[in-house]
T-cell receptor, first 112, second 114 residues
Framework: SQKIEQNSEALNIQEGKTATLTCNYT??????LQWYRQDPGRGPVFLLL?????KEKRKERLKVTFDTTLKQSLFHITASQPADSATYLC???????????FGTGTKLQVIP | DAGVIQSPRHEVTEMGQEVTLRCKPI?????LFWYRQTMMRGLELLIY????????DSGMPEDRFSAKMPNASFSTLKIQPSEPRDSAVYFC????????????FGPGTRLLVL
């Protein structure tokens, strides 16, 4: 069955460092992959989408890579700030754009 | 725009009672999604609509769950009868045809069934 794996352990990093979150998937070939941010008590917020023919995508301090051979996406936040502390969800998609399947998320804590 | 609006924000009920969750999507959006989020299972898609028509309800856990979208600005998710295992946060999200993959989530309804 299709499976999305994100590190369930919280990631703690020092302010100013680069945070790297991992998303691995098995048993399907996504046409694209999304990353969302979720703060406590709130709904997820869309951050970035990367397509299978794109190796890397950037938005301000965010960078996403997509390796279809390794079946993995990496999500980087450079010059991290305490305000970046949140849970980050990945969502690889193989079907139509409409149906989104989310990983369980990785909680990031940026320590001042 | 006010974003996706959900009500109530919190609901506490007793097992066996009927629960109705409400959602108002962003104006102009023609896709509406209902999700459930728990610690154990994460965020799961229950059902989604396009132009008020249910397209995929394969995620609805059982017959106790039902969803309707009588018009473009309103949807309900009903649980009857409710059970303790239904306790979760229920999110509604919407998107539009020009950018379907980007979903805008509401604040969620936190449901506790005692």
């Amino acid at each position: 069955s299709q499976k999305i794996e994100q590190n369930s352990e919280a990631l703690n990093i020092q302010e100013g460092k680069t945070a790297t979150l991992t998303c691995n998937y098995t048993n399907y070939s996504p046409a694209y992959l999304q990353w969302y941010r979720q703060d406590p008590g709130r709904g997820p917020v869309f951050l970035l989408l990367i397509r299978e023919n794109e190796k890397e995508k950037r938005k301000e301090r965010l960078k996403v890579t997509f390796d279809t051979t390794l079946k993995q996406s990496l999500f980087h936040i450079t010059a991290s700030q305490p305000a970046d502390s949140a849970t980050y969800l990945c969502a690889p998609q193989s079907g139509g754009y409409q149906k989104v399947t989310f990983g369980t998320g990785t909680k990031l804590q940026v320590i001042p | 725009d006010a974003g996706v609006i959900q009500s109530p924000r919190h609901e506490v009920t007793e097992m066996g009672q009927e629960v109705t969750l409400r959602c108002k999507p962003i104006s102009g959006h023609d896709y509406l999604f209902w999700y459930r989020q728990t610690m154990m299972r994460g965020l799961e898609l229950l059902i989604y609509f396009n132009n008020n028509v249910p397209i995929d309800d394969s995620g609805m856990p059982e017959d106790r769950f039902s969803a309707k979208m009588p018009n473009a600005s309103f949807s309900t998710l009903k649980i009857q009868p409710s059970e303790p295992r239904d306790s979760a946060v229920y999110f509604c999200a919407s998107s539009y045809q020009g950018q379907v993959e980007t979903q805008y989530f509401g604040p969620g309804t936190r449901l506790l069934v005692l």
